[in-house]
């Protein structure tokens, strides 16, 4: 407990270049690793691995949100495919409108879609937040699998939602035919879309680290750990993983939005109970609870999927097999692993 | 790396490519080899191997990759195509919300696409390109000329009945654009579905003289084993989706009597169909199904247009005896209509008894003749 | 609507619910008594399909492949259990989520590896192919009725396992106080193990009877498992009596639902609008429900606090 204040105190992570513990420099590692990656990739002219570090960035950061909910709040969200997917669907809806020039959703007084991806995150981060607001309000009133189950029925409603909305193509997707922009930079060049995506990424990390390095995130950690005790100390526990809750859904829904202009295509199996299944490995694989678990949990399973898909085709049944062997004898994740067994997640 | 993928993937023509060759042709075929649907691209592919082995022609260099059925899966497979792979010429998708993922950016890049399954009919109509060829169908084609059979056999109130999804809509509104009569009533079901019970009560006291319905993969199966156990004997009809052989087979009797539309059958009667069949039951020990049909035709195709240009050399060239369509089809007669998806015959099978304890379809007639989709309007080629 | 069709349509729903109330049972149970949550419970669902349609295929006898079908996958269940499951009870619900999740992908991608993707045939035996007639007018299959007989079967034989027998007292102790029953003697290992192969068989047996009515193949078990949590959370988890009445609630409406809310519709908007609206609708109405008894009652119908 203590030394968790300690390692999230601001002093302690933002104290600047000075580095603190073998983590610190993992942390570096990681992030210099992926950058460095992309750029080589970018000069050796192989446009597929630039993707593929997009690819990872921005799984990373809808990772690095449900972590800031299941890592540091305690809440196993089994349905973060609900904010990503719907991010996603905000992207695509968007472009979708702006390209046959028609209001938003058919309704008279509304716009007629964006491409400006600025506009875009900002409705993204507004309606994934209300629908983190509203989903987090009602699960929170359950604990245990019963939080479990109730966001997974949440994602399942999106889900079959959209697969049977007529509308914006339902089980078949919507392709975005021209990836939004932004102002200044080319959004269609590999590199500078990488760039856009990993500095969100580092963004969202730097929010998270401030925000376990506030009052709030102790008093998060608190809920966690110890409710009762966060209660006789005068803090209700409940708004304030309500507000952790809101925070993750906003990330995961950035990263969502993301992933639609990445692939110029969005579709409900960014919805399904499969993508939260396979956030919730990330964030593990990564090591639960720590600040750059999730980014080095995506590498590792990005990187998995893509190797073990070249050499195998039933590359699910190796993929279970190591997840299998990480729970029952790797309890601490990749950066349990690398940075030695943190003490108290 | 890539060495070793394709060493693992255990294709020996790829395997003993070392060094690109100057007349190397490399075709990226991302197909579903795993999942609910894996049937289908197993025998696209098979299909499609055959007719290349068949040729003996060196040059063709075929990289394969699993989609698991998963757009976003797709997508990243096909830009590792072309950004690492460098293929010239892409095919192998069965679903159609994978074909509008990876196409229209493909076909923009300058790079061939010859779908062997898919056929949605945007890439038929609006968005249709000169580099996006359909050797399969437009989606709707089976499902119209079901829908002109079962007017023609004076049936007066059908039911009908497909997922909700697009593919599902599509379907219906293919089967009415040709049956202008009464219906009994158009259900929707959930995709994915595996009781229909429900619907099964619906449709026996509807007072319907015919069930037509279009639920691929494992919901056709369920469908229809419970449509034949509840007693119900309205005669069934549907589009060969549901009844390829590798479902009659897990259906068994439930099937026999059933009447589906194709626009191939094993049965059908011309010597490139014949040695196709013979060969792929030499090779592969079952019976193919249309998909096989159709990977095969591909290739025919590819390999057609490979003896008058390369690709890359000469892309208009290519293109043009690509529009010729210069082979042998299994399905006899084959053509383009001008937003190049094919012009041709649908047939009408029967699910019958074999003679060794199975079913199989068997060939019975001809629905439409030189049937071309409704949207060949709206593409500007 | 006919009368006839309404008790239909109610029969097909309770022909759900019992179904669903064979893989809760022993969804609920399991946790109940270890704690644990289990996403590889339609494993052994698919595990009983397949290996009934196997059998059923090589000795053309369907009873005695719904035997060795259950009874495989009670076999299946002991050993995933001493190899995996009993490492994780004094685990968190993240870590049991995890490895469970694991499983999943093993099985079903093992399952590729040994039977290929094509799905197996079974179909339903011969003297219960047809339908029943029953009075005014109503006529039902017979297998879907036989599925109904053995669901309530199961349910008064765990009934009296429960309250009868000395391993029922073992696992009602466990579920109210772990260590106590370990101090009593009773050997904790061997009852935990007992359970689990007990839900397993359960689901086997939901598997194989389904897989004559359904398709056999990978994947089957997965829709069937997210109900069956459904069930079980809007019933209270550990509860047997809640996984009864939150099957048959969750059948019967999910049934109801598909068939009404369309018709319903259909009276203030255009026929295929109606139709795909209200089938939209219609697949979320299960979660709907959930989660609105969650909202108010967090622990479910019948869960203890």
């Given at each position: ?14 104290g600047?270049?000075?580095p603190?513990?073998?983590?610190h ?5 990681l ?28 799984i990373?950061m809808?990772?690095?949100?449900l ?22 669907y ?10 046959n ?15 400006q ?17 509203a ?10 699998v ?21 509308n914006y ?37 730097w ?5 376990m390095?506030?009052?709030f ?22 708004p304030?993983?309500?507000v952790?809750?809101?925070i993750?859904?906003m990330?995961?829904?950035?990263a969502?939005?993301?992933?639609a202009?990445?692939?110029r ?34 590498i ?18 190796w993929?279970?097999?190591v ?23 | 790396?890539?060495?070793s ?16 060759q ?43 990759r ?5 757009p976003?899966?797709?997508n ?6 072309v ?16 074909a509008?993922?990876v ?6 890049q300058?790079?061939?696409y ?19 060829f ?9 499902h119209e ?21 697009p ?31 429900a619907?099964?009560?619906q449709?026996r ?25 509840s ?22 009797e ?5 009447i ?5 059958a ?5 010597d490139?169909n ?23 035709d ?6 057609s ?7 890359e ?16 089809s ?14 041709q ?7 019958v008894?074999?003679?060794n304890?199975?079913?199989t379809n068997?060939l ?16 500007d080629l | 609507?006919t ?15 019992t ?18 949550i289990?996403?590889?419970?339609g ?6 399909a ?31 259990e001493?190899?995996v ?6 685990r ?9 999740f694991a ?34 007018g ?5 297998y ?17 396992l ?20 370990g ?29 004559a ?27 047997i ?15 109801l ?23 939209a609708i ?24």
């Open positions: 407990m203590t030394s968790l204040q300690n390692r999230l105190n601001p002093q302690t992570l933002l600047g270049l000075v603190q513990s073998r983590e420099w993992i942390n570096v590692v992030v210099v690793g992926l950058v460095g990656a992309a750029v080589l990739a970018h000069f050796l002219g192989e446009r597929f691995y630039i993707n593929l570090a997009s690819r990872i960035a921005i990373a809808a990772a690095v949100g972590n800031l909910a299941l890592g540091f709040g305690g809440m196993v969200s089994f349905g973060h495919a609900a904010f990503f997917g719907l991010g996603g905000v992207a695509g809806i968007a472009a979708y409108h702006a390209f020039m028609t209001p938003v959703l058919g309704i008279g007084f509304m716009p007629e879609g964006t491409t991806m600025l506009s875009i995150w900002l409705v993204t981060l507004l309606v994934s937040g209300l629908l983190g607001l989903i987090g309000k009602i699960s929170l009133g359950t604990s245990g019963y939080f479990i189950m109730i966001t997974l029925a949440f994602a399942q409603m999106m889900y079959y939602f959209a697969n049977s909305w007529p193509g339902g089980e078949d997707g919507l392709p975005i035919f021209l990836r939004n922009e932004l102002p200044l930079v080319d959004t269609n060049h590999h590199l500078t879309f990488f760039f856009v995506a990993a500095t969100l990424l580092l963004i969202s990390l929010i998270s680290q401030r925000l390095g506030s009052r995130g102790a008093a998060l950690t608190m809920a966690r750990m110890n409710p009762v005790r966060l209660a006789t100390s005068g803090i209700d526990p409940q304030v993983k309500l952790a809750f809101v993750s859904a990330i995961a829904g950035l969502g939005a993301l992933y202009d990445l692939n295509f969005v579709s409900p199996s960014m919805l399904s109970w499969h993508f939260s299944g396979e956030l919730i490995v990330i964030v593990i694989l990564g090591g639960v609870g720590r600040l750059y678990g999730p980014l080095a949990g995506a590792l399973f990005v990187l998995m999927e893509t190797w073990l898909g070249g050499v195998t085709q039933h590359w699910q049944f993929l279970g097999l997840l299998l062997g990480v729970v029952l004898f790797a309890r601490g994740g990749l950066m349990g692993f690398l940075a030695g067994r943190s003490k108290d997640v | 790396m890539k060495q993928i394709k060493l693992g993937l255990g294709l020996a023509i790829a395997a003993t490519m070392t060094v690109a100057a007349n190397e042709v490399r075709v990226g075929m991302i197909t579903t080899l795993s999942g609910d649907g894996a049937h289908l691209g197993v025998d696209v592919r098979d299909g499609f191997m055959l007719a290349i082995e068949q040729s003996g022609n060196s040059d063709v260099n075929v990289i394969i699993d989609d698991d059925q998963r976003d899966l797709a990243s497979l096909s830009s590792e195509m950004d690492r792979e460098d293929v010239h010429v892409m095919t192998g998708l069965i679903w159609s919300n994978l509008m993922a196409i229209p950016s493909v076909t923009r300058g790079i061939f010859l779908s062997p399954n898919a056929g949605p009919s945007d890439l038929a109509g609006r968005m249709c390109h000169e580099n996006y359909n050797v399969a169908w437009q989606n709707d084609a089976l000329a079901m829908g002109q059979y079962v007017r023609d056999q004076g049936y007066e109130n059908p039911y009908i009945l497909a997922p909700n999804y593919a599902g809509t599509d379907a219906l509104t293919g089967f009415k654009r040709y049956y202008d009569g009464e219906l009994a009533n158009e259900t929707y079901t959930q995709l994915g579905q595996s009781d229909y019970a619907e099964i009560s449709i006291a509807s007072g319907a003289d015919s069930v037509f319905y279009f639920l691929p993969g494992g919901m056709g199966i369920s469908f229809m084993n419970q449509y034949a156990n007693g119900a004997d309205i005669p069934v009809f549907g589009p060969a989706f549901s009844f390829d052989e590798v479902i009659v087979g897990a259906l068994g439930a099937a026999e009597g059933v589906n539309t194709s626009q191939w094993h049965d059908l009667e011309n490139t014949e040695a196709f069949v013979a060969a792929f039951r030499e090779e592969h020990g079952r019976t193919p199904t249309l998909y096989a049909s159709q990977g095969y591909t290739a025919k195709l590819l390999l247009a490979l003896e008058v240009a390369h690709p050399d000469d892309p208009d060239a290519f293109r043009e005896a690509l529009r010729a369509a210069d082979f042998a299994t399905r006899g007669e084959f053509r383009f209509g001008s937003n190049q998806h094919p012009i015959d649908i047939y009408v099978r029967e699910i008894a074999d003679g304890g199975g079913f068997r019975i007639g001809v629905a439409m003749e030189d049937h071309q989709d409704a949207y060949v309007g709206d593409c | 609507m009368f006839a069709l309404v008790v239909e349509q109610i029969l097909n729903g309770l022909q759900l619910g179904m669903l109330f064979l893989m809760a049972s022993g969804l609920t149970l399991v946790f109940g008594v270890m704690g644990l289990n996403l590889a419970h494993s052994f669902y698919m595990a009983g397949f290996v009934t349609a196997t059998v059923t295929a090589t000795t053309g006898n369907f009873w005695l492949g719904l035997l060795v079908g259950v009874l495989a996958a009670g076999v299946i269940g002991i050993v995933v001493l190899l499951i009993r490492r994780l009870y004094d968190g619900h993240l870590d049991q989520v995890l490895a469970t499983l999943i992908l093993i099985f079903s991608e093992g399952t590729y590896m040994i039977y290929g993707s094509s799905p197996l045939f079974l179909s339903v035996p011969q003297e219960l192919r047809g339908s029943l007639n029953l009075p005014f109503i006529s039902y299959s017979r879907r009725m036989a599925i109904i007989g053995m669901g309530i079967l199961v349910a008064i034989g765990l009934y009296l429960i309250s009868r027998t000395r391993l029922g007292m073992q696992i009602r102790a466990g579920e109210n106080d772990r260590e106590m029953i101090a009593l003697g009773v050997d904790i290992k061997t009852l935990y193990t007992l359970v689990f192969a007990l839900g397993a068989a359960l689901a086997g047996l939901a598997g194989s009877a389904i897989g009515l359904q398709s056999v193949r990978v994947g089957m078990g997965e829709p069937v498992l997210i109900m069956a949590f459904v069930v079980i959370v809007i019933g209270g988890i550990g509860s009596k809640g996984a009864l009445v939150g099957a048959l609630l969750v059948g019967v409406v999910d049934t639902g598909r068939i009404f809310m369309p018709l319903t519709l259909v009276t203030f908007m255009p026929p295929s609008q109606a139709m795909s609206i209200g089938s219609s697949s979320m109405l299960i979660y709907i429900m959930m989660a609105a008894i969650l909202a108010f009652r967090p622990h479910g119908l019948f869960g203890a606090k």
